[in-house]
């Protein structure tokens, strides 16, 4: 079977998932609407008091000042690349990932010298990491929960190309609940884009929350 065959079979079945997803998505009645999570998932490392740090604040001396109120507390920092975000689907209760922007790489080569970018494009690859965290197994398509923003807020979605930054997901990709799996999803965009923003969703792309990732 020729690589043109297996590609041409490979963007079909994508199509004919999404619009399953698609149709599910619509029969279904959505809980809490759209929304974007730019947090990061803590770590107990990151939570947990420092070893022999005090548990409590040393008493005042008798004539010290009244504290001076404190600011409000600053927003967090959006999440970034390396950072995880804890995802959940719209449609099914129990599945749930950590989802991990690991790497960028800006531009990337294709692996095949017949299919490139268009001229005046170029590819960019964002590897991910999927660990489902709920009762049931991560069974989508990655390939189709990505997209990419630029500076002005123009959003690019992902290309079939593979590229020489590393391997891609496979379609659909099964990942076991506590397990991990990585792969890559590659975008295709024009030449001087300012990429700002990273973005991935459960449900192939259609839950309604949105992990966001900043660049740069």
């Known amino acids: 079977m020729s690589a043109t065959t297996r590609r041409t079979r490979r963007t079909a079945a994508l199509l004919l998932g999404a619009t399953l997803v698609t149709l599910t998505a619509t029969a279904c009645d959505s809980t809490g609407g759209p929304s974007v999570s730019t947090e990061a998932k ?127 997901f496979q379609t659909p990709t099964n990942i076991a609940s506590g397990e991990t799996g990585k792969g890559f999803v590659v975008f295709e965009v024009p030449n001087g884009t300012k990429l700002d923003k990273v973005q991935f969703s459960l449900d192939n792309g259609f839950a309604d929350q949105v992990g966001q990732w900043k660049l740069g």
Do not use: M
């Open 42 to 168: 803590q770590t107990p490392a990151a939570t947990a008091p420092a070893a022999g740090a005090a548990t409590s604040a040393p008493a005042k001396p008798a004539d010290s000042k009244p504290a001076e109120s404190k600011p409000a507390e600053a927003a967090k920092a959006p999440a970034k690349v390396g950072d995880t975000i804890a995802l959940k689907s719209t449609l099914e209760k129990g599945n749930t990932a950590d989802v991990t922007a690991l790497k960028v790489v800006d531009p990337a080569q294709s692996t095949n010298e017949y299919l490139t970018a268009a001229d005046g494009k170029h590819y960019v690859a964002v590897q991910f990491q999927i660990k489902p965290t709920g009762a049931k197994a991560y069974s989508e398509a990655p390939w189709s929960a990505a997209k990419v923003i630029d500076d002005q807020g123009q959003a690019y979605g992902p290309t079939l190309a593979d590229t020489k930054a590393g391997p891609s």
